[in-house]
């Protein structure tokens, strides 16, 4: 893309949205992508689309690995123009086990849009999502999908919300029946009745302004729904919050829209008001302070990377996010953890699912940079300030295997396939006191597929994992002498992590319970960063 260079860099910042749309599987997150997309212009969504159903038909747990992965490469980053706004949408894999590469991934972005089945409510993955955007903040639009279908009351699921996901509502718009007699919804503060045709185009024909809704406009469009719509909206506006823009931005409420992702209805309504308030990129925490985007001097972190999606030219692209400045192709960029200087001949910017190569990117943009093996999740890298982004944690995980090595004559390998696999943030490794075992930690048992299947296939090892009765790693933070101490009675459960930090293996949530209890002088951290004492 030719970025147009009379542009200042505050137009850069104004121009840009980046947000990630977070849901728990099958409530119609991909549906909703393709639907922006396509308001964009943005082409191949189709191709996209056709793949993920393919993958989820798929009996083969290989099968699924190998798709998944190509499928969160091919759409993991999405840009599109609207409005003559730069939005970039990243996606997220949706399977649980995955759950990790969906928290780093939305530290990446300064908003979300949350996309709820109304038949089914908040689920699962929905509220393990929200915790994870509470703990930045990030702002949210929340999308009720497939209001063609039968599904629950709207005062149900607004009540299901502020419950479970503990935030207030301000509905935005308001559904006419549902499933069957699913007329439309009634934009709340534009004052229109937006008409639902099934698969048909939304146009103006649709849409009819109704400043009073004791018109008899109403009646005649509505029939004998147009009193309920009366009284509902008659409750709406007198139980919940007015919306408000900077509410919204603080993360202290979240606008709600009605609508079918799969029949385009409600989406664009959605999207322009998302234009209208969600947050141009923000500033970031870094270990010296903030830095805000309009800061001249180009800075950013790695959130993912990807590597051998072509395992014939052992290729490896790592994903930044640009804070603050211009990032400059061939320009020496200093890699703070290092020191080494760095520089990119060849930076691609993800449009839909085109990559093409950029001069420049401005914050907020996310580009692709091939690497050899000097980035990692994680790292800065700026044009010389000697500060690191924070907030790119890694998590306790839950499930721990040694790994076996089935031919010895491979060991190089194996050892290599580790490293590599733990760098893109498939799994963690772990040492032991007195052990030279590597620990593999996980959230979810699909990993441990992932990275058996990879390591054969990428790295040409063969490994068999033995299971571990650890359930939880917890990072701990404590004077030297206190941990030695701790230490000292507790040699089968200590050890350290990849950066020398020192960890805490437990084998029961009982037992961890007891020791956090009986060590207060102990604080004992849940992910590597986010300093969360449970
Ligand atoms: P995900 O990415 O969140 O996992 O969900 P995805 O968009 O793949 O949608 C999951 C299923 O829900 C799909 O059906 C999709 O067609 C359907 N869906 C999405 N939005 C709506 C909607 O507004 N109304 C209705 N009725 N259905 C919707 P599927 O059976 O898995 O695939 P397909 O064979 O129907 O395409």
Redesign the pocket.
């Known amino acids: 893309m030719v970025y147009c260079s009379t542009m200042s860099l505050e137009q850069e910042i104004n121009k840009r949205r980046t947000f990630g749309i977070i849901?728990?599987?099958?409530?119609?997150?991909?549906?909703?992508?393709?639907k922006l997309l396509l308001f964009g212009g943005a082409i191949h969504v189709a191709g996209a689309?056709k793949a993920?159903?393919a993958a989820?038909h798929t009996t083969s747990d290989f099968m699924e690995i190998e798709k998944q992965r190509g499928i969160s490469v091919a759409t993991s980053v999405m840009g599109f123009e609207y409005r003559d706004k730069k939005i970039s949408i990243l996606d997220t894999p949706?399977h649980k086990d995955f759950s990790e590469d969906t928290y780093r991934t939305l530290t990446a972005v300064d908003s979300a849009i949350m996309?709820i089945?109304s038949v089914k409510g908040v689920e699962a993955q929905t509220h393990k999502l929200m915790e994870v955007c509470r703990m930045r903040n990030t702002p949210i639009m929340t999308f009720m999908?497939?209001?063609?279908?039968e599904g629950q009351d709207p005062f149900d699921l607004i009540d299901e919300i502020e419950q479970k996901l503990q935030i207030l509502v301000c509905p935005m718009s308001w559904p006419i029946g549902m499933g069957k007699r699913f007329k439309g919804v009634y934009s709340i503060y534009d004052k229109k009745l937006v008409l639902f045709k099934a698969h048909g185009k939304q146009d103006q024909a649709n849409i009819v302004e109704i400043t009073d809704l004791n018109d008899a406009k109403c009646d005649e469009l509505l029939g004998d729904q147009a009193d309920q719509l009366r009284e509902d909206i008659a409750m709406v506006t007198g139980i919940y919050p007015k919306f408000n823009s900077e509410d919204y931005r603080s993360g202290l409420t979240t606008p709600l829209f009605f609508?079918?992702?799969?029949?385009n209805?409600g989406v664009k309504e959605l999207l322009n008001c998302f234009l209208d308030n969600a947050p141009t990129p923000v500033a970031r925490d870094t270990s010296k302070g903030i830095v805000e985007p309009n800061t001249p001097n180009f800075s950013g972190f790695i959130f993912k990377i990807h590597a051998n999606m072509d395992p014939k030219h052992r290729d490896r692209i790592a994903f930044l996010r640009v804070c603050s400045g211009t990032f400059e192709r061939n320009k020496k960029y200093i890699h703070v953890k290092t020191g080494k200087t760095l520089k990119f001949s060849s930076p691609t910017a993800f449009m839909a699912q085109d990559k093409e190569i950029i001069d420049k990117a401005y914050p907020g943009d996310i580009i692709g940079l091939h690497d050899t093996g000097n980035l990692k999740i994680g790292d800065t890298l700026t044009d010389g300030g000697k500060f690191q982004y924070k907030g790119i944690p890694s998590f306790s995980p839950e499930i721990f295997k040694t790994c076996v090595n089935l031919d010895p004559l491979k060991t190089k390998q194996l050892n290599k396939g580790l490293q590599q696999l733990c760098e893109e943030g498939v799994a963690q490794l772990f040492n032991r006191i007195n052990d030279t075992q590597k620990i593999i930690g996980v959230v979810g048992q699909l990993q441990f597929e992932v990275i058996q299947y990879r390591l054969e296939f990428e790295y040409g090892a063969k490994c068999r994992f033995d299971t571990l009765n650890y359930s939880k790693a917890c990072w701990l933070e404590a004077d030297e002498i206190v941990i030695k101490e701790f230490a000292r009675t507790r040699q089968n459960q200590m050890g350290s992590d990849t950066h020398g930090n020192t960890i805490f293996l437990s084998e029961t949530q009982w037992g961890l319970d007891r020791e956090i209890k009986e060590n207060p002088d102990i604080l004992f951290h849940f992910s590597s960063e986010l300093q969360t004492t449970k």
């Open positions: 849901s728990h599987p099958d409530a119609g997150k991909t549906t909703l992508t393709e689309i993920k159903k989820k949706g996309v089945d999908n497939k209001l063609d279908r609508g079918s992702g799969l029949n209805f």
